[in-house]
T-cell receptor, first 110, second 114 residues
Framework: LAKTTQPISMDSYEGQEVNITCSHN???????ITWYQQFPSQGPRFIIQ???TKVTNEVASLFIPADRKSSTLSLPRVSLSDTAVYYC???????????FGKGTRLSVIA | GAVVSQHPSWVICKSGTSVKIECRSL??????MFWYRQFPKQSLMLMAT?????????EQGVEKDKFLINHASLTLSTLTVTSAHPEDSSFYIC??????????FGSGTRLTVV
């Protein structure tokens, strides 16, 4: 499994765009990149997933460069309710478990 | 994605007793479910993979006789913490891989052993 590295914590003011970058230098050809959000005392919640280039949904965008050795989760105009831990994971297809790294603790300040 | 229901959301038990946690897939037949444990301010740690109709696969360092997993149907997996001790107090989370949008997780169970 490719190991991921992401900042331990980040702070942001409300209304700003937040970009969290994740390194996954050993990503394999069959791997895809997925991001989860976790609030205290809750299970992780899926945010976005991608293989290459750019993916956008109603809550976030995911930017993946051509070499796929890193990815950036972009949260537009964060609010206080976006304060959470964000996990970047690399996973191949197949029914195998997700292995979580330390995640990035995002604190949004008013 | 799949809908996962986990019960109870919290439980307090006396040291030495056993506690059962249920994880139900409400709209998806899950042949495989995963159990995680999370201590405060730490990440999720995979405990075991639960396989329908067969024995669970435990991660290194997880005692299979202490954390009994039963996956008797395609919609239900249970984790029983046997002879619980205060050090077993933690947040337990189940998850499964659905058809779309990757993995879905239960809301977690906060276990406190006193």
């Amino acid at each position: 499994l490719a190991k991921t590295t992401q900042p331990i914590s980040m702070d942001s003011y409300e209304g700003q765009e937040v970009n969290i970058t994740c390194s996954h230098n050993n990503i394999a050809t069959n791997d895809y990149i997925t991001w989860y959000q976790q609030f205290p005392s809750q299970g992780p919640r899926f945010i976005i997933q991608g293989y290459k280039t750019k993916v956008t949904n109603e809550v976030a965008s995911l930017f993946i460069p051509a070499d796929r050795k890193s990815s950036t989760l972009s949260l537009p105009r964060v609010s206080l309710s976006d304060t959470a831990v964000y996990y970047c994971l690399v996973k191949n297809s197949g029914n195998t478990p997700l292995v979580f790294g330390k995640g990035t603790r995002l604190s949004v300040i008013a | 994605g799949a809908v996962v229901s986990q019960h109870p959301s919290w439980v307090i038990c006396k040291s030495g007793t056993s506690v059962k946690i249920e994880c139900r897939s409400l709209d998806f037949q899950a042949t495989t479910m995963f159990w995680y444990r999370q201590f405060p301010k730490q990440s999720l740690m995979l405990m075991a993979t639960s396989n329908e109709g067969s024995k669970a696969t435990y991660e290194q360092g997880v005692e299979k006789d202490k954390f009994l997993i039963n996956h008797a149907s395609l919609t239900l997996s249970t984790l029983t913490v046997t002879s619980a001790h205060p050090e077993d107090s933690s947040f337990y989370i189940c998850g499964l891989e659905g058809r779309v949008n990757g993995y879905t997780f239960g809301s977690g169970t906060r276990l406190t052993v006193v």
